[in-house]
């Protein structure tokens, strides 16, 4: 009962009340998310369609064969990999949110907070060198995120794409000699994108509960490590109330899908 | 089996003299049409709206109409492959309806069919089956008419299951993919008792003889027959639970021509030996001239004809059988005849029209038939007809 | 009305299987993980060198799935002839390892096993009988879908508490939504054929109707997705273990092991690849297994059921 006022009890993990503790952390999940979503999207479907076209080809097996390795990466291990190449290595990308010097500006009183993501606040301030530096604590993350999911969209956008191929329209469209490039853009493409749409539900589930490792390999305070720890230490009511709030979002991003098949699909918006 | 009342008033046709195997008795069937988040039900198609026909032992009724006209759903629901709305089908002289209902439902519908209006005083019987029931009724009370009518249900439905058996259309979907022929003909028998397991192999093989195919083709599988053989052996699995009716739907519909006749005599001459009763749904009136006694017309789930099948093709007394026995080619190039060309198409089963269903198609529509439902009746012997000005056209 | 697809077919896929260089490929890890995993005790045998008994032998392991410390230096060590893999907090990666595809197999087998039964059962009835159950069971399943399943799977694992079965426990509850549903669509369509409803008029119990009629034309896609599974299910135990919340301490684990990593790996910047061999082999072990389970999972769609593709 008290969880439906938004009282959702006491966090040790994070000292302080669930709600308080999530809604302060959430937005740190919501850039990395964010920032993953425009490689997985961009990156997965343009491959898709790539491989789709040149079916059977070197191009379509190569990517094929990435896509499904990428897939049986576990996240947690290609995390571990991008840390010890690109911090113990190389040292670009560091863990955590921010630099501690950037972190100190960043808590100061007359920094303002407008969205509380980190690198859009910076803009924000006009401090270009705190952009950078939360950019360049971002990138780790939003690679290892975006790496796993983006050989999923590709392989449903592929098949997808396969099949409108090879329907009676696409076939019409060539004979009559539409060039090959509008094949695939117009006619084609548009309608390999509703199953796509349908399975961004899953992604932002994935996306979103991908964090929770992700977050706790690269220190990142956001709401998935939280929960983590919450978890190891037993605290239950961090666990459910995070639990919960990313059920929330989850139906809610289910709830924007359905309203994009609708813009995608006009058969949908006619009935 | 039937009580001698029943027959009394019968006896001025010869046809009526013969036992009445099958009854539906205003059989409706709806079903719903849901949408929303709620999946409310917005509307019904009324695919079978108040059919009554009756089956005679030994004959061959035809079933006939355009797709979408509810035959098909006529058989579904006699099977009680679907449950029906209201309406009644009676077997044998017994009352069917509530055989597959569970036994609180059963007996909710014994209550209300029977019970409350053999309790009034004023009661009169209207049909033997009331009588029969209210003889026990009185005899044995309400327990003892429950107890005949819905104790033992699953013994009931089983002898059920035996008596109607049907020949489906698809030779392609009707048999099990991942079946052996002799599975799939012994599974029936064997799960009723009607042989041991150490028959099987003998009773296979002796039902696919006698439809026409080696026995020793019982070990194979059904895609290693062709269109017409499977359809031989969903005959022979229907014929393996020796019953009394066998509904055909659109039996023959998929198979080429050559072997449709080769079916069909193979139907009529089983049916000569195993003395059984044909419920033959079909759109094809040439096939329906062809096998049957006695033809049914039905039209947007309700029946407009029905006569023996001569009267029926010599004197079509409803518009829609006669513009559909125009449609029927006639091999003869000298032969001239009138074309009926129906206008428009058949209506909604959601939104069936005003009065009578065929009056927005009916090239002799009065104004009173968009205004008043005809009811069948008998305009001649054996002939009932559902049209305000039967023989019009 | 199309015409099903009949078993004659099945020697022409399996040759198909075997033209398919990711088949084999799939196949061949798989073979190879099996055998590793059968012949653990002969490859890393599960003994302590640190204790010896009375005749100067090494002692049994009780339980050769917990690796036995053998250096009391937490540092890892890099590999050697003695601990090819190297180790790390004292115990030798190489038995982890090795150990470890027993436990990959255990947990995955089990898992997958049971969510797919259950989701069979309820999909099965929700599909066969329709109406208000169907209407039910659906929405329960939605419910289940609408929470992320690593997280689900923590919230039960903290209330049961920590360990391997609870852990699995956690998996199967918030596991078997994929295969109720895809076995419940796939009735709905074989439901309508006319077998089915020969076999209904022929007066079949419905429990022999979808056991005989309806499972065998249904079942194959959802084992083909089962084994598709296997490999997520396989990463979302170790990454439940690498949060610290699965498998216990020094079990032959390979997300716990890469759990040890961690901290050494946050703690060196700048400092080369010093640990490398501390993610390398568990990471790769456990990249192999999945992938091997993918392929497999792949191949096998793409020659029995070209729909999916």
Known sequence: ?271 | MMNTNSTINRTFSEQKKQEVLLRIDNLVKYFPIRAGVFKRIVAWVKAVDGVSFEVYKGETVGLVGESGCGKTTVGMTLLRLYEPTSGRIIVDGEDTTHYFLPKWKAKRYVEKVYLSRFKNNNFQPVDELDRKYFEIFKNNGEEGLLEYLIGDLEEKRLKFRRDIQIVFQDPYSSLNPRMRVKNILAEGPLAHGLFRKSEALDRVGRALEEVGIHPTHMYRFPHEFSGGQRQRIGIARALLMNPKLIIADEAVAALDVSIRSQVINLMMDLQKEHNLTYLFISHDLSLIKYISSRVVVMYLGKVVETAKKKDLFEEPLHPYTKALMSAIPVPNPEYKKQRIILQGDVPSPVNPPKGCYFHPRCPVAKPICSQERPELREVKPEHYVACHFPGSL | MSEPKPRSEFRRMMRKLLRNPSAILGFSLLAFFVLVAIFAPYIAEPVNPQMLDENGKPMRLDNPYIMPVITWSSEPIPPSKEHPFGMIQGRDIFYGVVWGTRTAFYIGLTVTLISTAVGIVIGSISGYYGGWIDEILMRITDVFLSIPFLLAAMVLTTILGNGLDKVMIAMVVFGWMGAARLIRANILQVKEEQFVLAAKALGIKDFFIILRHILPNTIFPVLIQASMRMGSLVITAAGLSFLGLGAPLGYADWGSMLNFTRNWILGTSGSSMTYWYAVFYPGMAMVLFVLAWNLVGDALRDVFDPRLK
Do not use: C
């Open chain 1, 1 to 271: 009962m008290n969880a439906l006022q938004g009282d959702l009890g006491w966090s040790q993990v994070g000292k302080e009340p669930v709600l308080k503790a999530i809604l302060g952390r959430f937005p740190y999940t919501l850039e990395l998310a964010l920032y993953a979503l425009f490689p997985v999207v961009g990156v997965g479907i343009w491959l898709g369609v790539k491989a789709a076209v040149k079916r059977d080809k070197f191009l379509d097996h190569f990517i094929r064969i990435v896509a499904i390795i990428g897939w049986s990466f576990p996240d947690f291990v290609f995390g571990l990999l991008v840390l010890m190449i690109f911090y113990s290595v190389l040292g670009w990308f560091p863990p955590g949110n921010l630099s501690l010097w950037a972190e100190q500006i960043v808590k100061s009183p007359n920094y303002l907070k407008v969205t509380h993501l980190l690198t859009i606040d910076a803009l924000i301030n006009g401090r270009f060198d705190i952009f950078l530096d939360a950019l360049r604590h971002i990138v780790g993350p939003v690679i290892t995120l975006s790496f796993l999911w983006w050989a999923y969209l590709l392989r449903i956008t592929r098949s997808s794409m396969l099949e409108v191929l090879s329907k009676e329209y696409v076939r019409t469209a060539r004979a009559k000699g539409v060039p090959e490039r509008d094949v695939i853009h117009k006619h084609a493409k548009r309608n390999a994108m509703i199953p796509v749409v349908t399975v961004a539900g899953a992604m932002v589930i994935g996306l979103l509960s991908g964090t929770v490792i992700i977050e706790v390999i690269f220190n990142r305070t956001g709401i998935g490590q939280l929960a983590a720890r919450a978890a190891v230490e037993l605290d239950y009511a961090t666990v459910l109330g995070t639990t919960l709030f990313y059920s929330i979002i989850l139906v809610l991003g289910n709830l924007i899908i359905d309203i994009l098949y609708a813009v995608f699909d006009p058969r949908v918006r006619l009935s």
